[in-house]
Antibody, heavy 120, light 105 residues
């Protein structure tokens, strides 16, 4: 069974940093591109960042470019999101999501999410 | 950047109704569109990919159509479990629509 479990969320002050993790199991993690998607309280979904299977291709939303860094450790079946210079508008539930192995399949599995709150 | 616009934002319907949600792209995206269902406090669930392909395990009352800039998600006969928020997503930059909440009439 495919499982994605996020961790690392919490309360942080504006300007602070936080590192999110996503532990993957039940599939060959090293074969899949992975993504982070966030959802502010009561709002819609916003794609944050993508990383290809071998970390060769990395993309960011303009809203986080230069502040967030996505990475992965295929040996540990883990995905990460380093978040620096956090702002109030970064407050959201952060989901990790697997990208389907076929080009036509988008985000086929999601974690349960971890809440990040940026507040003084 | 490609913008995705869903309509309506909220839809009130009854069990058994046929429901249609529209998603429009700011430029052509061919058939590179997905639909997700999200219930409160839960992660989104993939329903439809490549505009009209039903994800494994998703009931056949869900269907998708369209290409280019205009797409629809149809629920042929609304069931109690279908009251949720639905999002479209395009594949070039992974932009989501703003969501359509389907609520009980």
């Amino acid at each position: 069974e495919v499982q994605l479990v996020e961790s690392g969320g919490g309360l942080v002050k504006p300007g602070g940093s936080l590192r999110l993790s996503c532990a993957a199991s039940g599939f060959t993690f090293s074969s899949y591109s992975m993504n982070w998607v966030r959802q502010a309280p009561g709002k819609g979904l916003e794609w944050v960042s993508s990383i290809s299977s071998s970390s060769s291709y990395i993309y960011y939303a303009d809203s986080v470019k230069g502040r967030f860094t996505i990475s992965r450790d295929n040996a540990k079946n883990s995905l990460y999101l380093q978040m620096n210079s956090l702002r109030a508008e970064d407050t959201a539930v952060y989901y990790c999501a697997r990208e389907g192995i076929a080009a036509a399949v988008p985000f086929d599995y999601w974690g349960q999410g971890t809440l990040v709150t940026v507040s003084s | 950047d490609i913008q995705m616009t869903q309509s309506p934002s909220t839809l009130s319907a009854s069990v058994g109704d046929r429901v249609t949600i529209t998603c429009r792209a700011s430029q052509s995206i061919s058939s590179w569109l997905a639909w997700y269902q999200q219930k409160p406090g839960k992660a989104p669930k993939l329903l439809i990919y490549k505009a009209s392909s039903l994800e494994s395990g998703v009931p056949s009352r869900f269907s998708g159509s369209g290409s280019g800039t205009e797409f629809t998600l149809t629920i042929s006969s609304l069931q109690p479990d279908d009251f949720a928020t639905y999002y479209c997503q395009q594949y070039n930059g992974w932009t989501f629509g703003q969501g359509t909440k389907v609520e009980i009439k």
